[in-house]
């Protein structure tokens, strides 16, 4: 079986949102995956409704066999067992993983899009990216996650709370 490298950024801006994160990376690990790296956790100003609580954030390595959409079933059968609901975009969550990339996959379909399309726009998302893979590149945009954070727009702060916690 292949192993694929996988980057996933978590969030949670509800409850108790380190725990939060900690508890999806024990989930995550249960998985058939193998926890290669993670950031520190980041907090930031809520983006897109910026009106609720601010978000801790991490970024992810993993190592699995699991095809792409193998896997987003199961993370998002975490997020579910967790208490994540969907009710409109950029709402308060429990808890959110996403797959930012997907070894260099391109991947396109109503249910998944890898690289994830917002990477560039986001410094929540770049700065934990930085911390763990600053040379990966984007396997579009053909631009490593330094010089991508070097030019996002995103002017919201992205502070580190925690260094050590998984």
């Not at 990477?119 to 040379?135: D, E, G, S």
Request: glycine residues 2%; hydrophobic residues 45%; charged residues 20%.
């Amino acid at each position: 079986m292949n192993k694929h490298q996988v980057f996933l950024l978590l969030g949670s801006n509800m409850g108790n949102a380190k725990a939060n994160l900690k508890h999806a990376v024990y989930a995550i690990q249960q998985l058939p995956t193998v926890l290669k790296a993670c950031s520190s956790i980041y907090q930031t100003k809520a983006w897109g409704n910026t009106n609720q609580a601010d978000f801790l954030n991490a970024a992810i390595l993993i190592e699995t066999e699991l095809n792409p959409f193998q896997l987003l079933d199961k993370l998002l059968a975490i997020e579910t067992e967790m208490g994540r609901t969907r009710n409109q975009k950029w709402e308060e969550r429990i808890i959110d993983i996403d797959i930012l990339f997907f070894d260099d996959l391109t991947i396109n379909t109503p249910d998944l899009t890898v690289p994830h399309p917002h990477i560039p726009n986001r410094r929540f998302t770049l700065v934990p990216m930085l911390q763990i893979a600053p040379n990966f590149m984007h396997p579009v945009l053909n631009k490593n996650i330094q010089l991508l954070l070097n030019n996002c727009s995103d002017d919201l702060s992205v502070t580190e709370i925690e260094a050590k916690w998984n």
